[in-house]
């Protein structure tokens, strides 16, 4: 993208005069440039700002919520978590290598902006089906880019989620998570402030790459997809690695006032947000920026988006050893500017001036985008069919393979082992679980991490998809044993310009709010991702929602797995999804797999039947009744039943309720639809009195199911799998689909 | 008995100096950092080249930092008979150097690999492995994108000969199958010695296994191996 096409980008002929009138004569290309990247909606949320209201953002342990580099919690004891998670979907759609690298490259610099060392990363990934050659090439391409860099800077990734589905074919999901820990006095904050001291920009030399990725990534795809590349980032780990440690050693140099990630609209964006939120101005020259291309425009060093570049405001007695330090990691500083008490961010190159903008207009100014909403015309249609279409009920066995087979159930080791998820000596619970656990060191503790997406439902049910995806992540802490502490969010949408993507943004926005509020559990960072869009076809609605909990004592933990033969297996929560509204099969993954549909009654979410669920769930773990737990979720009993007893080779034998009868569709509901506030356990036949003790004092249903041991997953009357055949399913699934796509 | 210093070499790009620092504190040791640049090394006892991508691995991994300043001790050290342990990248580092033969090739995946892996404890007793089960496989992860070793027949043969294969791939029950090497090295080679039996390079990563809450401690050994041995050298055939 050239630097007047990103100019053009959201600023249309009144915006422009607008900011002519402001300033009392033309905007200079440069600053229409520079208007042009903050004011998209990448950068300034034009859209959904007045949405993003609405969140819980405060409790007792925030620290900081949104609006700096990410959201802080406190974990007690002087130590602060710190943590976000942010999009890189269009780059990735462009080049998934790179696209999927710099996204986790800029989520680390957002978290070590705070000061914190980066201890984990999770990435929630979703493309279209794994068994298309182009879609499978994707896939790989964007797992090497998320493992090459983590791998490389050494930090280990511990988690995520993948998903295929063909709503995502022109338009996959790449979301990265960063949490961090800080103590409590090392903490930074990216405010300018001081009049006359010093901005540093270090690391990496600029270049022309990624000019104009906040605009892009502002936009849908059309034809020319490809003419995008040029604004897609390379990115360096080692050169990041080293800025990691550079910025660890900074935290005992005096007079650093801020420290900002260089990352979307390049120094335009971090400057001016800088200074913007300390209420000064800063004055600074092009001139000083060290190039790795030649006869850049004051507007290209402006907007570039090179990788792996820091912001400082450093105090004039400092900047000496701060610039040694760095040097130290063989990175370069440059001395770019000062700051001002004017409230205006002027650019010059030498003693030419390029920009001078005041920082109300430049950050605050963008005019609110407020497109009409409204709801698909099929929307009740949709919601009342039939989610099997009065076909007859599958065969549980093939539907069981099928489901698993279909590569968003079965375990991704494929995805995984390419992650170091082990270095920094601290993963006690890594990919594959429910939620990986991090032992916090000196504490009988963890930190318990998870990210999930929503129920896929969310194109005609948008609000309840985006709460399921909190109560989902939620019962995943649970489900290890951990207590939710705050959430970061990712909002994935279509286009906010057609009324249909408008008001599925609105109804997830809701959603989360709903969500959040009814388990009181605050969001502190975040990020939007809109115009996920080709041609006019929007992905379905995607809340991702990364929270991170709390787990104590560390010992006082469980994992998905049925544990040892002779155990009881038992269901809490819903025992019945058929007494449910579409039986918990509207949007179902099992719907996917028959039919490819996705309509009828969405599953219905209740907030308080999630925390009580989740409270016993979370009090039997500590109290050391349960051997395992694990939630429902996708695919329902049957896939959760699946995972228990290939996760360490362990067998059960299920009878049926008596209340389920012999109809075979309310047996379907029961082994697979998708209802919330549910998980499996098992525990020792001793200990179940104990564990119903319990449930009736949160008066949450418990059913017993049968029992564990044996070479099989038996559900008498329903499906016998041997687990060599079962494991193959749930392992095999991923390498199969990209087998069959040609890339083995 | 003297306090045991162990140095843990820092490249620009090395993260596992901080797990092996873990490591050595959790046998009951003291680590001190090494500074690439730095032309000494401080006294220690023991060096320890860790895992990471040192320079970015860029040219070859381990090419760049095999010329390092802090090198040239390194080489004197291990001349003089001092322990060097090489994981991972540091192994990577210390065949580019010379300081042991072969070479580390791209896994036969083609793709980075973390996972556990089963160890056996064989050939002669080194200053990391002397005195290391031999009846019982050690578990220890790999995390790697370039750990198949490689060399030429004759290095192989005489490798094998001398007893300078230290530890191999194996599956849970100690057997050598093809299924439990994880990346394709001959002979599934995981780790080798130097003739003097002082250099041993190794692509697992021990300091990974020393506390169970993480997974294993069959890594700790390894660590109190050199440190009990420091006294009374031990070497080859």
Not at chain 1, 368 to 396: F, I, K, V
Not at chain 2, 180 to 206: E, F, Q, R, T, W
């Amino acid at each position: 993208m050239t630097v007047a096409a990103a100019a053009e980008g959201p600023l249309d002929a009144g915006e422009r005069r607008r900011v002519a009138e402001r300033l009392g004569r033309e905007a200079s290309p440069t600053e229409l440039a520079m208007l042009g990247v903050l004011w998209s909606e990448h950068c300034s949320y034009r859209t959904s700002r007045r949405l993003l209201r609405q969140l819980p953002v405060g409790g007792p342990r925030v620290v900081q919520g949104p609006g700096e580099n990410a959201g802080v919690v406190d974990l007690g004891g002087d130590l602060l978590c710190c943590f976000k998670i942010e999009s890189h979907n269009h780059p990735s759609a462009v080049e998934p290598v790179q696209g999927a690298a710099t996204g986790v490259g800029g989520i680390l610099r957002d978290v070590f902006a705070m000061g914190a060392r980066p201890v984990a990363l999770l990435d929630a990934i979703r493309f279209g089906e794994p068994t298309d050659p182009v879609q499978a090439l994707r896939f790989a391409r964007v797992v090497e880019g998320i493992g090459w860099y983590g791998n490389c800077v050494g930090v280990p990734t511990v988690g995520g989620e993948t998903v295929f589905d063909p709503a995502y074919r022109d338009n996959c999901l790449v979301n990265a998570m960063c949490v961090g820990l800080v103590a409590r006095d090392r903490l930074r904050h990216a405010r300018a402030s001081g009049p006359g001291n010093l901005v540093l920009l270090v690391g990496a030399d600029t270049g022309r790459d990624g000019i104009g990725g906040a605009a892009f990534a502002s936009a849908a795809f059309d034809h020319d997809r490809e003419q995008k590349r040029p604004a897609v980032q390379v990115g360096n780990p080692f050169l990041e690695k080293c800025l990691i440690e550079a910025c660890q050693e900074l935290a005992t140099v005096p007079g650093i006032v801020a420290l900002q990630d260089c990352g979307a609209a390049g120094l335009t964006s971090s400057c001016a947000e800088m200074a913007h939120r300390g209420g000064v101005g800063l004055d600074l020259d092009v001139a000083q920026v060290s190039r790795r291309e030649r006869q850049m425009t004051p507007a290209e060093v402006m907007l570039s988006e090179s990788q792996e570049r820091m912001v400082l405001v450093v105090e004039p007695a400092g900047v000496a050893q701060v610039r040694a330090c760095f040097e130290r990691w063989g990175l370069h500083s440059d001395a770019i500017g000062t700051v001002t008490a004017s409230g205006r961010l002027r650019v010059r190159d030498g003693a030419v001036i390029a920009a001078d903008l005041p920082l109300d207009l430049l950050v605050a100014g963008s005019p609110e985008h407020r497109p009409p909403a409204h709801p698909p015309a099929d929307l009740a249609a949709r919601r009342a069919r039939d989610p099997l279409d009065g076909a007859d009920p599958p065969d549980p066995r093939r539907a069981l393979q099928r489901l698993l087979l279909a590569g968003n159930c079965g375990e991704a080791r494929w995805v995984w082992r390419q992650y170091d998820h082990m270095v920094g000596d601290d993963t006690v619970s890594g990919p594959g679980g429910d939620a990986a656990v991090l032992r916090l060191r000196g504490r009988d503790e963890g930190l318990a991490l998870t990210v999930d997406g929503g129920h896929r439902s969310s194109p005609y049910a948008p609000r309840t998809a985006a709460a399921a995806a909190v109560f989902e992540a939620a019962r995943n802490l649970a489900a290890v044993g951990a207590e939710p502490l705050a959430v970061t969010n990712c909002l994935n949408c279509g286009s906010p310009d057609q009324p249909v993507g408008m008001w599925q943004l609105e109804e997830t926005v809701a959603g989360l709010g709903d969500a959040c509020r009814a388990l009181g559990i605050p969001i502190v960072s975040g990020n939007v991702s809109l115009y996920n869009d080709t041609l006019g076809h929007g992905i379905p609605p995607t809340a991702v929602v990364g929270m991170v909990g709390r787990l104590a004592p560390l010992a006082r933990r469980a994992g998905i797995g049925f544990a040892a033969p002779g155990h009881t297996v038992l269901l809490v929560g819903p025992p019945d999804p058929s007494a449910e509204p579409g039986a918990g099969l509207g949007g179902s993954e099992l719907q996917r797999v028959l039919s490819g549909g996705c309509h009828g009654p969405a599953p219905v979410v209740d907030a308080d039947r999630e925390a009580s669920a989740q409270r016993l769930v979370r009090g039997a773990i500590r109290a050391g009744l349960l051997a395992s737990a694990h939630d429902l979720s996708l695919g329902g009993l049957a896939v959760a039943l699946t995972d228990a007893c290939c996760g360490r080779g362990v067998g059960c034998s299920i009878q049926l309720p008596a209340f389920l009868g012999t109809d075979r569709r309310v047996q379907t509901a029961w082994l697979f639809g998708e209802v919330g506030a549910r998980f499996l356990v098992s525990c020792e036949p001793a200990s179940s009195a104990a564990l119903r003790a319990l449930a009736d004092d949160e008066d949450v249903p418990v059913c017993e199911l049968g029992t564990t041991g044996g070479d099989e997953l038996s559900v008498l009357g329903l499906l016998a799998v041997p687990l060599a055949e079962l494991g193959a399913w749930w392992g095999g699934a991923i390498a199969g689909a990209l087998a069959a796509a040609g890339r083995a | 008995m003297s306090r045991v210093r162990f140095g843990i070499v820092v490249f620009p790009g090395t993260w596992s100096d901080r797990d092996c620092a873990h490591a050595v504190a959790q046998a009951g040791y003291e680590a001190v950092r090494l500074w690439h640049d730095d032309r000494s090394l401080d006294g220690v006892d023991c060096v320890i080249l860790p895992g990471g991508f040192s320079y970015g691995d860029y040219l070859r991994a381990g090419a760049i930092a095999a010329h390092a300043r802090i090198m040239t001790a390194v080489r004197s050290f291990a001349a003089a008979g001092g322990p060097v342990l090489g994981i991972c990248n540091g192994f990577q580092v210390l065949c580019e150097a010379g300081l042991l033969p072969g070479a580390l090739l791209r896994n036969r995946s083609l793709q980075f690999r973390c996972e556990w892996t089963h160890l056996r404890v064989e050939g002669c007793p080194t200053r990391f492995t002397a005195g290391l089960p031999a009846d019982r496989p050690l578990r220890i992860p790999i995390s790697h994108g370039e750990g198949r070793y490689h060399a030429d027949p004759e290095t192989i043969a005489g490798l094998e000969a001398s007893g300078r294969v230290v530890l191999r791939y194996v599956d849970a029950g100690g057997a050598v199958c093809d299924a439990a090497n994880p990346n394709g090295s001959l002979h599934g080679i995981a780790g080798v010695a130097s003739a003097g039996g002082n250099v041993v390079g190794m692509m697992p990563h021990p300091e990974r296994a020393c506390e169970l809450v993480l997974g294993s401690a069959d890594g700790l050994g390894l660590f109190r191996a050199v440190a009990g041995a420091e006294r009374e050298p031990v070497g080859p055939r």
